[in-house]
């Protein structure tokens, strides 16, 4: 036994005596139980039962996860209390800068969220947007500092201030209702960056009763979860609360990583919200997957992101004297949202950045837009690539040139492998046109070997080329479907023997057990020669389909 254990003592919640940490657990399940309880009049037997809570309420507290420092009492902004506490500090107690009073021209101005941060608990109870006093200050807390990202400050707590999906949080959705009546289960968030799967957790963090711990596969490791895991299994046991676990970018555990989650979630010990950015069926863990309900995330739409852009600018124009910006032209939210690929982050950092950009006096136009709009990149994940690649296929194999040029385009940039898309353009050359223009086998073969050469960017046109004629060339799939059909055979089909007379007799052995015998060599004849080369067994199978023969464009 390490010193660390025999020494390290915790006060019993129920009996107040002095045990070992490590032994705690024992000493509650046995001998605690046996302890005979004093006779007390009704009036000590409730300031015992008092203090009993008190001290396993202070138990429960070492499980938590330590604080990194000490966050002093926040006090309502502007009221007498507050202004005493700041004029009454000394040097040793640091007042909070975020507790300081706002200029006078922020006071006279109430931004939106702010206003519902002060309603009383039944008006936000009303509304469908309850906050408890902690959100509601923490809410305008961070509307207020400017020096957080403009992104993070404009992330709502409420689901009446969340933008789009409406499917799941809609009046009828399906996540709206778990979240609302407490009875949210393991899922996994995914969709593209900018949708709202951290927000959706964090307004879940808000609005359960349970214990809700945040944590990242970016930062975070193994360690960190299973600590996270035996302090909600200590919680669930000395206090009957159930801990969600959230774990952001979830992807990036293995899947070996992942299998750490199974039994306890089998047990109902946690409940784990994960949030991804890539396919969930290619990347998490399908015993993990079958515990867990997959919940989509789709791409914003523009009259979302305007939505979004409008709080954005309102909440810039509050931070700064409004005199100071003349006026917001006509026709800027449609254009971010139009620009921003349904990403909600992007919209709030092009307006971040333009109003950052601003002088007194200055409008927020389209050409300051474009003056601080710099698409460096595109999003583009896994699902992205096959997606493309996918569009790309079809559009050859419709015959139209003008779609897979674009497919093409939004491949190359978005930063594909070119050696990639010419490998499926030979795909397509023999699968889609095959034997109705038998030179596109080479045309795409050469592409590859071109594109092998001299890489990008010159290569581009050589794959711009090969693409259009095989959109144009004329389409047979008679190969490939009679190809198909071979192989749907050999899965069902024993594997026949070959006919004794189209076998090869190389010994003088195989001569004398009949290999070769029969056989008929066409040269020798004029004209067609009677002969299977069949099994006998499939003898009359024929693999091509007659409504494949037919070239079509």
Not at 23 to 35: G, I, M, P, T
Not at 64 to 73: G, H, M
Not at 258 to 275: K, M, N, S, W, Y
Not at 392 to 419: C, E, F, I, T
Request: glycine share 4%.
């Amino acid at each position: 036994m390490s010193a660390s254990k025999s020494t390290s003592l915790v006060v019993c919640p129920v009996c107040e005596k002095s045990v070992p940490e490590w032994y705690v657990n024992d000493h509650l399940d046995h001998e605690c139980k046996s302890a005979a309880a004093p006779a007390t009049s009704p009036a000590v037997e409730e300031n015992s039962s008092n203090s009993k809570t008190a001290n396993k309420a202070k138990y429960l507290s070492l499980f938590a996860s330590p604080k990194k420092s000490r966050k002093p009492t926040a006090l309502p902004i502007n009221t007498p209390a507050s202004k005493k506490t700041r004029s009454n500090s000394t040097a040793t107690e640091p007042v909070l800068i975020d507790d300081q009073e706002p200029p006078p021209q922020q006071q006279a101005k109430k931004h939106p969220a702010v206003e519902l941060s002060k309603l009383s608990v039944s008006e936000q109870q009303k509304q469908g947007s309850y906050l408890s006093d902690a959100a509601s200050l923490d809410m305008e807390k961070r509307l207020r500092n400017t020096r957080l990202p403009l992104a993070e400050r404009l992330r709502p707590l409420t689901l009446d201030t969340f933008v789009g999906q409406t499917d799941l949080v809609g009046p009828s959705g399906v996540l709206r209702i778990l979240i609302e009546n407490d009875r949210i289960c393991s899922c996994i968030f995914w969709g593209s960056p900018g949708l709202g799967k951290t927000t959706l957790a964090r307004i879940i963090a808000y609005r359960t009763n349970s214990a809700f711990k945040e944590m990242s596969a970016v930062t975070q490791n193994i360690a960190d979860v299973k600590k996270a895991i035996e302090e909600a299994g200590n919680l669930s046991r000395l206090a009957n609360k159930r801990t969600i676990i959230f774990l952001d970018e979830i992807h990036r555990f293995s899947k070996a990583q992942q299998d750490v989650f199974l039994p306890h979630l089998e047990r109902g010990q946690v409940i784990l919200i994960g949030a991804t950015t890539e396919n969930p069926s290619f990347k998490l863990n399908g015993a993990l997957l079958s515990r867990c309900r997959v919940f989509k995330l789709d791409p914003l739409t523009e009259q979302d992101i305007e939505k979004i852009t409008k709080r954005a600018i309102d909440l810039k124009s509050h931070d700064r004297d409004t005199t100071q910006l003349a006026n917001v032209e006509q026709g800027v939210e449609k254009y971010i949202a139009g620009i921003s690929n349904g990403d909600a982050r992007v919209a709030i950092n092009i307006v971040d950045i333009a109003m950052n950009s601003l002088s007194p006096g200055d409008s927020l136009d389209l050409d300051c837009i474009r003056r601080a709009l710099q698409r460096t990149h595109v999003f583009y994940g896994a699902d992205e690539h096959y997606d493309l690649i996918s569009a790309l296929h079809k559009s050859v194999r419709g015959g139209d040139a003008n779609a897979a040029l674009y497919w093409l385009g939004r491949m190359l940039q978005g930063g594909d492998d070119p050696l990639y898309v010419a490998r499926r353009l030979v795909r397509m050359a023999s699968e889609d046109i095959g034997l109705a223009d038998n030179h596109a086998l080479p045309l795409a073969m050469s592409t590859l070997h071109a594109c092998q050469a001299i890489g990008m960017p010159e290569c581009d046109t050589i794959l711009a080329h090969c693409v259009v004629y095989l959109a144009r060339a004329p389409k047979s799939v008679e190969s490939y479907k009679a190809f198909s059909n071979v192989k749907a055979l050999l899965e069902t089909e024993q594997p026949w023997p070959v006919p004794m007379h189209i076998r090869n007799a190389p010994t003088w052995m195989m001569k004398e057990m009949g290999y070769g015998d029969g056989y008929k060599y066409n040269p020798d004849f004029d004209g067609p020669v009677d002969q299977s080369y069949m099994p006998d067994a499939i003898r009359d199978h024929n693999f091509f389909d007659e409504r494949y023969r037919t070239n079509k464009k």
